[in-house]
């Protein structure tokens, strides 16, 4: 049923990312177009950072002030697409899992039609790989589909980014093969999420007395393949269960192949949910309340074969969510799942509540009024101030929504033209098929297939498979990287680069643990901004975990992605500034600093 199990990777080849006409035609167009440019420009050279006009001098050297604007923008334009594009092109990794395993268990196939074993068509899988290889919309328009609902946007992804680096040239590590220890530690975690999902997060502490929470540490810290945070003694402690992590191309590995992880700044410290969840949102004259519409507990999903399979072939959904009555605040694992299921608006909740004043009026916890990065030029002027032009809180926000569709270009690219790893749902029909179904040569790892975890949830509904808190389970296209959390951090990034990060935030919350439609107050270790915004970024993407859809590496990946991608975007920026400006200066989320 499958191949031997090694441990190569798989390259991304030449061909499946874009027909070989297209790339000859685009490679022609855009030596013309630069080429013609430079000349125009007075040939502005860009190795690495750009060489570009000092925009400070205008209007000094003679000369119309509007025709030098008009002459500069063009500098830019093209010393920033010269440095853009000397960027190489990364050597992108998968983990070898597509091509050992010829019946597909190790890729992602969801949508396409499969056997009542959950197995792909592979037929169908072959005009998907083929219109991979062209990127021409006519040949996805080929793909046999096994029911109604679409794959996800595989072409957009081959959009081209005029503003920062191109999908192409940001590598993450390779995500863990189907049969390793560390996919076998994600499958034990995120059955314990399932488990835990109503359990109010103020009993996530040391002392806590929850049977559950305690279990789960234990078991958690007995894995060798878990990469969650752990504290001195090496130990998962209930209080750092499921805390987010991001999970770096290890830059001692050269090859490429090992991955590095690590908490970033303020994810460990005090209450799980980030304070810009929890605050109300200043909306001009108006407020939005930080409460949500919840789910009651027990909504469980795609915990049927019948069900799975269902989603697995891309048939809509037979059930859906009850709804608790009552509004009220951030609680569980579950209220998370839901705020995060469909494009959370956190980012843009967390740059008001950042802008905005704190309130004269002690029943609205919603602005902090954070002071704006040390850099900003307009803290030195005294007659000038940022506005929507520049360095203002509108400008910031205008970043956000951009920075959203070019991050979920990269992000998707690597989804569907490298890694095409298989999401919770699929591995959780694997798990069934194996001990249910008797096909032992299914290479699931024994740290996963004997774990208490997998046991206890079969005593709970009767069935090897995962609970879901979506009915719909995840949208179709692969597992690795995160989606969600791609696009959390890329707005965490931005937002430290324009606020300071060392602010701390006054008076910190936390819901009632008696009574979640209330706030209460949080006494401990301070807050600040950059680390309650690094914690945002894992709340975000973790809260897909929460809802059975993602793994541990594919939020944890997602962070540096994201962070480099908008390290370039505020290059490009940057240099189209007029004010006199020394940089953006920000902690990464591994906690090196960085100026850009």
Do not use: C
């Amino acid at each position: 049923m499958s191949k031997p199990e090694h441990d190569t990777q798989t390259p991304l080849q030449p061909d499946d990312a874009v027909s070989t006409g297209r790339r000859s035609f685009f490679g022609k167009a855009g030596s013309l177009a630069v080429g013609g440019a430079l000349a125009a420009s007075g040939n502005a050279q860009a190795q690495g950072d750009a060489a570009v006009p000092d925009l400070r001098v205008l209007g000094q050297t003679g000369g119309d002030l509007n025709e030098q604007l008009r002459r500069n923008t063009l500098r830019v334009r093209v010393a920033r697409a010269k440095a853009n594009y000397d960027q190489p092109v990364p050597n992108h990794l998968a983990n070898g899992d597509e091509d050992r395993y010829a019946n597909k268990i190790g890729s992602d196939t969801r949508g396409l039609p499969h056997n009542a074993r959950g197995e792909v068509d592979l037929k169908a899988w072959d005009q998907l790989k083929a219109a991979l290889r062209t990127g021409e919309v006519a040949d996805f328009e080929k793909i046999t589909l096994g029911g109604t609902r679409k794959l996800v946007n595989p072409v957009g992804t081959l959009s081209l980014n005029l503003t920062g680096l191109g999908p192409h040239q940001i590598a993450i590590p390779p995500a863990p093969t189907l049969a390793s220890q560390e996919k076998a530690a994600e499958g034990v975690e995120i059955y314990w999420q399932s488990l835990l999902r109503d359990i109010p997060f103020t009993e996530y502490h040391d002392d806590t007395r929850n049977e559950l929470l305690l279990a789960a540490a234990a078991e958690l810290s007995r894995l060798p393949g878990y990469t969650g945070p752990r504290n001195a003694d090496g130990k998962v402690t209930p209080s750092l269960l499921f805390r987010g992590t991001a999970r770096y191309v290890d830059p001692s590995d050269p090859s490429g192949r090992r991955a590095k992880t690590i908490a970033p700044v303020g994810v460990l410290v005090g209450p799980y949910i980030s304070q810009f969840l929890l605050r109300d949102v200043p909306y001009g004259l108006q407020s939005i309340s930080g409460t949500i519409r919840a789910q009651l507990p027990d909504n469980d999903f795609l915990n049927t074969h019948e069900e799975l399979l269902a989603n697995l072939n891309g048939k809509p959904q037979t059930r859906g969510i009850k709804f608790d009555p009552r509004l009220r605040y951030l609680t569980t694992g579950r209220d998370l799942a839901e705020y995060s299921r469909g494009g959370a608006p956190g980012f843009w909740a967390a740059s008001q509540i950042l802008s905005t004043p704190r309130s004269n009026n002690p029943l609205v916890v919603g602005g902090i009024g954070a002071p704006l990065t040390p850099s900003n030029p307009y803290l030195k002027y005294k007659v000038t101030t940022g506005a929507n032009a520049s360095f203002g809180a509108p400008f910031v926000q205008s970043l956000l929504p951009l920075a959203t569709t070019r991050e979920i270009r990269a992000n998707y690219w690597q989804k569907w033209f490298v890694h095409r790893t298989p999401r919770p749902e699929a591995i959780s029909n694997l798990a069934y098929q194996r001990l249910v179904g008797g096909i032992n040569d299914i290479p699931l790892h024994d740290d996963f297939l004997k774990s208490e975890a997998l046991s206890r949830s079969h005593r709970k509904y009767g069935v090897h498979l995962l609970s879901h808190a979506y009915p719909d389970g995840a949208p179709y296209h692969s597992s690795y990287p995160g989606g969600a959390s791609s696009a959390a951090a890329i707005h965490a990034t931005l937002l430290k680069a324009f606020f300071d990060e060392n602010f701390v935030i006054p008076n910190p919350v936390q819901p009632d643990p008696n009574d979640p439609t209330k706030l209460v107050p949080y006494t401990g270790p301070a807050l600040t901004v950059g680390g309650e915004l690094n914690k945002l970024a894992a709340n975000l993407g973790w809260g897909r975990n929460w809802g059975g859809i993602h793994w541990r590496s594919d939020a944890g990946s997602s962070l540096p992605q994201a962070e480099e991608l908008a390290i370039s975007i505020l290059r490009d920026e940057r240099d189209t500034y007029r004010e006199l400006f020394d940089g953006f200066s920000f902690t990464r989320f591994d906690g090196t600093k960085v100026t850009v």
